[in-house]
């Protein structure tokens, strides 16, 4: 007969709440569900309950994220000088570029592989 030592028991519910914003509280120890009313009292807690509206914006008025431009002139260190090694090396027809491509599709279409 073979003698096993039983399961070890599972760890204590953690005390960090449900999401990350930190919203609502974790459920009560032991307890694996919760009725509807406290569920929809806790979504809105966080601000996602049924219902519940936030204000529209319409999309042009709504921030947007730097343009390319923006983003090129913030760069520095390692990035600036790969990125000026990339403009260099498409400007000398080596990365591709318009040109590559008209090239490189104009010779799949004479190959046939691309149908016009």
């Known amino acids: 007969s073979s003698s096993s030592s039983p399961p070890p028991p599972p760890p204590p519910p953690?005390?960090?709440?449900?999401s990350s914003s930190g919203g609502s509280p974790p459920l009560p120890s032991g307890e694996a569900s919760v009725?509807?009313?406290?569920?929809?009292?806790?979504?809105?807690?966080?601000?996602?309950?049924?219902?519940v509206r936030r204000s529209?914006?319409?999309?042009?008025?709504?921030?947007?994220?730097?343009?390319?431009?923006?983003?090129v002139a913030a760069l520095h260190g390692r990035q600036k000088e790969r990125r000026q090694r990339h403009n260099l090396l498409?400007?000398?027809g080596n990365?591709?570029?318009d040109a590559g491509d008209l090239e490189f599709?104009?010779?799949?279409?004479?190959?046939?592989?691309?149908s016009s």
């Open 14 to 18: 953690s005390s960090r709440p449900c």
């Open 35 to 51: 009725v509807w009313a406290e569920a929809l009292a806790r979504l809105g807690g966080v601000g996602c309950a049924p219902g």
């Open 56 to 71: 529209h914006v319409p999309l042009l008025e709504r921030q947007g994220s730097a343009t390319l431009e923006e983003k």
């Open 90 to 92: 498409r400007a000398q």
């Open 95 to 97: 990365g591709g570029g």
């Open 105 to 114: 599709f104009a010779l799949k279409r004479a190959e046939g592989s691309l």
